[in-house]
């Protein structure tokens, strides 16, 4: 069984940054894809970005590209996302995912394994 534990969410001034971590365990994965996604009170959730674990290619939603980065080691079965230059809009719960997949899906609905989510909150 695929657990994922996310860490890291805090509270952080606007143009500051955090990096969250995604620890996962229950099996080894290097056909699969991790990312995250992130939902912001009263807003649906959305993509933030994705990386292959096994090539560590990378896709973007384009309110994150630039400044944020995703990350992975794999000695530590530990994803990452670096966020940079920060801003209240950033605001939300940040999710863990993952799943056996060869390609960088955007859709949530092809992620099997979610974590528990971290909170975010950018001050301005």
């Known amino acids: 069984q695929v657990q994922l534990v996310e860490s890291g969410g805090g509270l952080v001034q606007a143009g500051g940054s955090l990096r969250l971590s995604c620890a996962a365990s229950?099996?080894?994965?290097?056909?699969?894809?991790m990312g995250w996604f992130r939902q912001a009170p009263g807003k649906e959730r959305e993509f933030v970005g994705v990386i292959t674990w096994s090539g560590g290619s990378t896709n973007y939603a384009d309110s994150v590209k630039g400044r944020f980065t995703i990350s992975r080691d794999k000695a530590k079965n530990t994803m990452y996302l670096q966020m940079n230059s920060l801003k209240p809009e950033d605001t939300a719960v940040y999710y863990c995912?993952?799943?056996?997949?060869?390609?960088?899906?955007?859709?949530?609905?092809?992620?099997?394994?979610w974590g528990q989510g971290t909170q975010v909150t950018v001050s301005s």
């Open positions: 229950g099996r080894t994965f290097s056909d699969y894809v």
């Open positions: 995912v993952a799943n056996a997949r060869d390609y960088l899906s955007r859709y949530q609905n092809e992620y099997d394994y």
